[in-house]
C-alpha cells in the first residue's frame, strides 16, 4: 500500500545534541510537511516541500531546519534540542491540483521525540 | 486568515447514540473544510473534506458532516456510535498554499 512512513517512531536525544528525524512517501506526491505537536494539542506546521521548494513557517526557530533529497524523502533537523522540544513530529504529503484527492493531506504515524 | 474553531475539549457520548463534534470556521472566500481523527501514538488519518457541492460530506467509518455556510459550521456526526471512535478529532480549513489550520481538537469519549 502506498504510505507515509517515518523512523524512528521514538527518539530519546540530550539536551543540546543534535537529531535528525526521517519521512519518506510512495505516493509520489509533490509537497511534504513536517508539523510539531504537543501534548494532543493541534499539529503546528513547521515548513513544508513543494517539490523543491522550502516554504518556512515565520515562527519556525530557526534550530528545525529540513532537507528533501528526492521526492521520496524529507528529513527535519534539530540542530540543538532544547527540552521544549520534545514532542510529536508529524511528516505528511499532499498532491494538490490532481483530482478527488487534492487538499487532502496524508499523515505517517509521526515521531515522538523525548529530550533528556 | 483562515481559521476554525472547536468550541468543545471533550465530548462524551453513550455506545449507540448519536455523536456531534462541533467545529465553526472564519474564511475569507470559499472554505475547503476537513476532518482529522488521531487514535493515541498514531498520525492523523483523514475521515472527509467538503470542497465544493453537496452540503453533506459522507466519510469514513460512517462518519459524516454538513456544511453550513449560514452558520458557518461544519460538524461531524455519526448516527450510532462506536466505542472504537474514542479518538481525538480535528477540524481543519485549507489556509492557501495547501496548508491545513487545525483547530485544538476535541477529545470524543464513547462509553460502553
Known amino acids: 500500500d502506498a504510505m507515509v512512513i517515518q523512523n524512528p517512531r521514538y527518539q530519546v536525544t540530550q539536551f543540546g545534541k543534535p537529531v535528525t528525524l526521517s519521512c519518506s512517501q510512495t505516493?509520489?506526491?509533490?509537497?511534504m510537511y513536517w508539523y510539531q505537536q504537543k501534548s494532543s494539542q493541534a499539529p503546528k506546521l513547521l515548513f513544508h516541500?513543494?517539490?523543491?521548494?522550502?516554504?518556512n513557517e515565520a515562527d519556525t526557530p530557526d534550530n528545525f531546519q529540513s532537507r528533501r533529497p528526492n521526492t521520496s524523502f524529507c528529513f527535519l533537523d534539530i540542530r540543538s534540542p532544547g527540552l521544549g522540544d520534545a514532542a510529536m513530529y508529524l511528516c505528511?504529503?499532499?498532491?494538490?491540483?490532481?483530482?478527488?484527492?487534492?487538499?487532502?493531506?496524508?499523515f505517517g504515524p509521526g515521531t515522538r521525540l523525548t529530550v533528556t | 486568515a483562515q481559521s476554525v474553531a472547536q468550541p468543545e475539549d471533550q465530548v462524551n457520548v453513550a455506545e449507540g447514540n448519536p455523536l456531534t463534534v462541533k467545529c465553526t470556521y472564519s474564511?475569507?472566500?470559499?472554505?475547503?473544510l476537513f476532518w482529522y481523527v488521531q487514535y493515541p501514538n498514531r498520525g492523523l488519518q483523514f475521515l472527509l473534506k467538503?470542497?465544493?457541492?453537496?452540503?453533506l460530506v459522507k466519510g469514513s467509518y460512517g462518519f459524516e458532516a454538513e456544511f453550513n455556510k449560514s452558520q458557518t459550521s461544519f460538524h461531524l456526526k455519526k448516527p450510532s456510535a462506536l466505542v472504537s471512535d474514542s479518538a481525538l478529532y480535528f477540524c481543519?480549513?485549507?489556509?492557501?498554499?495547501?496548508?491545513?489550520?487545525f483547530g485544538t481538537g476535541t477529545r470524543l469519549t464513547v462509553i460502553p
Open positions: 505528511a504529503t499532499s498532491s494538490p491540483g490532481r483530482g478527488v484527492s487534492s487538499y487532502e493531506q496524508y
Open positions: 505516493l509520489n506526491h509533490n509537497v
Open positions: 516541500y513543494y517539490d523543491k521548494d522550502f516554504n
Open positions: 474564511v475569507s472566500g470559499n472554505p475547503y
Open positions: 467538503y470542497i465544493t457541492g453537496d452540503n
Open positions: 481543519a480549513v485549507e489556509g492557501g498554499a495547501n496548508n491545513l489550520f
